[in-house]
Nanobody
Framework: QVQLVESGGGLVQAGGSLRLSCAAS????????MGWYRQAPGKQRELVAD???????NYADSVKGRFTISRDNAKNTVSLQMNSLKPEDTAVYYC??????????????WGQGTQVTVSS
């Protein structure tokens, strides 16, 4: 059982920046992948960025060059630095982790979500 707590969402004008953070707690053995998804009204949930434990990252084409994902394995945290925000970035952002149990069984965990609103 792993719990995720997100923070850092809010309201910002276009061109501004926000930094989202997510902290994992609970019965943690090994966290493999950590990432961020988002879902805007009327749209499907989409991957924003993720990173393996080894540091390999992936980004959605729409955020490349603007967003940066980072993680601290010692603290079990992942952050998303969002720069040059656009109204199209408005969505609920969800932290997601893939946790490996002591039996090396992967389990998917989600945070409650944090609202990001970008005004024009």
């Amino acid at each position: 059982q792993v719990q995720l707590v997100e923070s850092g969402g809010g309201l910002v004008q276009a061109g501004g920046s926000l930094r989202l953070s997510c902290a994992a707690s609970g019965s943690i053995f090994v966290i493999n992948r950590m990432g961020w998804y988002r879902q805007a009204p009327g749209k499907q949930r989409e991957l924003v960025a993720d990173m393996t434990r080894e540091g390999t990252s992936n980004y959605a084409d729409s955020v490349k060059g603007r967003f940066t994902i980072s993680r601290d394995n010692a603290k079990n945290t992942v952050s998303l630095q969002m720069n040059s925000l656009k109204p199209e970035d408005t969505a609920v952002y969800y932290c997601n982790v893939v946790h490996l149990s002591k039996g090396w069984v992967p389990n998917d965990y989600w945070g409650q979500g944090t609202q990001v609103t970008v005004s024009s």
